[in-house]
């Protein structure tokens, strides 16, 4: 496997290192710990390799890591194991997360309104525990990831591979249970703190609607091509703007209209791509502070989008209410679930 660059070997290099050390060392705490103290770094710390894991499947699905997009493929299905979405394939999740780039669209094949508005138990439930801050919604999304090739009739094919992986996986956690319990118990909380991150920063990345048309090629998307509407609604939802560090630990992925004007630009590139493309004026982006406001005053409402008192607003408006905590945000918007 031959890095794209000197660069890219130093960065994604020590992104894999990390990788492969918080989630021997995270396991190892959460193991062998006999105070809370350590058992709950340990879950933050295998959390946080997940984390770092989801990213680098984006970075493998825009074959920014290897020469060969075959050793980007082979490395995207390899991580899928670690952060969990590997019950379908890794083509469904290059795919989909193409679309999203080509037809500047959200495109999807749940309709997650449609499923609430039918249920109305499952919707009073989910919005109860999104208000304990439980990311339920997403859940639900990573539940059907799992046994996707049963519910998508497109994806029935693939049911054999789904079903071996359904049986490794739950013999590898059935006996981390016997062993271990409080082992168990601390990869969910980190696997909770995964999805939790990872929605917290796709939330605020765009203002697109979700159409139903991932098994659809024939619809033309009605903004496809069109990099100045993409632009005006990709939004930079930074942890920091003065200091570049803490943005590392999502792999810049904050710097999201950096990322929509050149795609293939690597993860550690962006902030200066940034800075090229739209210049030093931090009212371009959303700080830290008015995105953490959104995420807990607006957690019961973000699957319908109606809170109170918040009026509908797209493009450099939404940027402007985004800026002042005055939009909901959205959910299950990640990449690892690819429908």
């Not at 680098?56 to 194991?81: P, Q, R, V, Y």
């Not at 950096?258 to 739209?278: N, V």
């Not at 699957?303 to 450099?316: M, Q, R, S, T």
């Amino acid at each position: 496997m031959d890095f794209k660059s000197a660069q890219g070997a130093k960065w994604n290099g020590g992104a894999l290192s990390y990788v492969a050390l918080t989630y021997s060392v995270g396991w190892w705490l959460l193991f062998s710990s006999s105070s809370f103290s350590l058992w709950l770094l340990g879950s933050i710390i295998l959390g946080h390799s997940l984390i770092i894991a989801a990213y680098l499947i984006h970075e493998c699905a825009h074959n920014s890591i290897f020469k060969d997009n075959s050793d980007n493929a082979f490395l995207g299905e390899l991580l899928g194991w670690i952060c969990g979405s590997c019950y379908g394939e890794y083509e469904d999740i290059r795919y989909k997360h193409f679309r999203h780039h080509v037809d500047n669209d959200d495109v999807v094949w749940f309709d997650y309104e449609e499923f609430f508005s039918k249920h109305p138990f499952t919707y009073k439930i989910t919005r109860w525990l999104e208000s304990l801050l439980i990311p339920a919604h997403d859940l639900i999304m990573h539940f059907i990831m799992m046994f996707s090739s049963f519910i998508i009739p497109e994806r029935s094919s693939q049911r054999f591979r789904n079903s071996l992986i359904l049986l490794s996986r739950g013999c590898v956690f059935s006996i981390i249970f016997v062993a271990s319990p409080k082992a168990l118990a601390g990869y969910i909380l980190g696997y909770l703190f995964m999805i939790s991150v990872l929605r917290f920063m796709d939330s605020l990345q765009h203002d697109y609607p979700y159409h139903l048309t991932l098994f659809d090629e024939d619809t033309q998307p009605p903004n496809k091509g069109d990099s100045t509407w993409e632009q005006e609604h990709t939004f930079s939802n930074v942890i920091s703007w003065r200091y570049t560090w803490p943005n590392w630990l999502v792999l810049n992925f904050g710097f999201h209209n950096a990322h929509h004007a050149r795609p293939t630009a690597p993860w550690y590139t962006l902030p200066e791509l940034h800075r090229e493309e739209f210049g030093e004026d931090a009212k371009k982006v959303i700080p830290l502070l008015p995105q953490l406001i959104i995420y807990w005053k607006y957690r019961r409402y973000r699957i319908f989008h109606d809170a109170p008192n918040l009026k509908a607003v797209e493009g450099k408006e939404f940027l402007l209410a985004a800026q002042k905590g005055k939009v909901t945000g959205g959910n299950a918007a990640s990449f690892l679930t690819a429908f």
